[in-house]
């Protein structure tokens, strides 16, 4: 049974990392490339829909590695803390960024959320090379 959790959460972990990569170097950079009301339009789009595509693998990602935590302690406290750090990242720095260019296109906003989508496929990268 732990086998199969421990499967689990490094695929979602690796295929998180690849959305991430994915995110960093193509979809964010082309966001300054959009017109104002072309930008307002595709974000709104975006978010949704990468919402579904990120939001349940980020959830299973989550639980199984609470699962592995519980289970052995030792082995998964770093990526715990790690996982743990990108869910803050995520929901209390990215999401409103994403908030606030859903309003209105900001070049700095912009950047900080290249900044922060950087450090988080970071973690994630460190998270899978403690797993491993």
Same mark, same amino acid.
Request: charged share 15%; net charge positive; hydrophobic share 55%.
């Given at each position: &049974?732990? *086998?199969?959790?421990?499967?689990?959460? /490094?695929?979602?972990?690796?295929?998180?990392?690849?959305?991430?990569?994915?995110?960093?170097?193509?979809?964010?950079?082309?966001? $300054? $490339?959009?017109?104002?009301? *072309?930008?307002?339009?595709?974000?709104?789009?975006?978010? $949704?829909?990468?919402?579904?595509?990120? #939001?349940?693998? &980020?959830?299973? *990602?989550? /639980?199984?590695?609470?699962?592995?935590?519980?289970?052995?302690?030792?082995?998964?406290?770093?990526?715990?803390?790690?996982?743990?750090?990108?869910?803050?990242?995520?929901?209390?720095? !990215?999401?409103?960024?994403?908030?606030?260019?859903?309003?209105?296109?900001?070049?700095?906003?912009?950047?900080?959320?290249?900044?922060?989508? #950087?450090?988080?496929?970071?973690?994630?990268?460190? $998270?899978?090379?403690? !797993?491993?």
């Amino acid at each position: &049974m732990q *086998e199969i959790f421990f499967d689990i959460h /490094l695929f979602s972990n690796i295929y998180l990392i690849a959305i991430s990569i994915i995110v960093q170097f193509i979809i964010y950079p082309s966001f $300054k $490339k959009y017109s104002s009301i *072309e930008f307002k339009t595709f974000h709104s789009d975006y978010t $949704k829909k990468m919402f579904l595509i990120v #939001g349940p693998v &980020m959830t299973i *990602e989550l /639980l199984c590695c609470v699962f592995l935590l519980i289970k052995n302690s030792s082995l998964f406290l770093i990526p715990t803390i790690l996982l743990i750090i990108i869910w803050i990242l995520t929901f209390f720095l !990215i999401v409103p960024i994403h908030n606030k260019l859903n309003i209105k296109f900001n070049l700095n906003d912009h950047k900080n959320l290249i900044r922060l989508n #950087g450090l988080r496929t970071l973690l994630w990268v460190l $998270k899978v090379l403690f !797993i491993f």
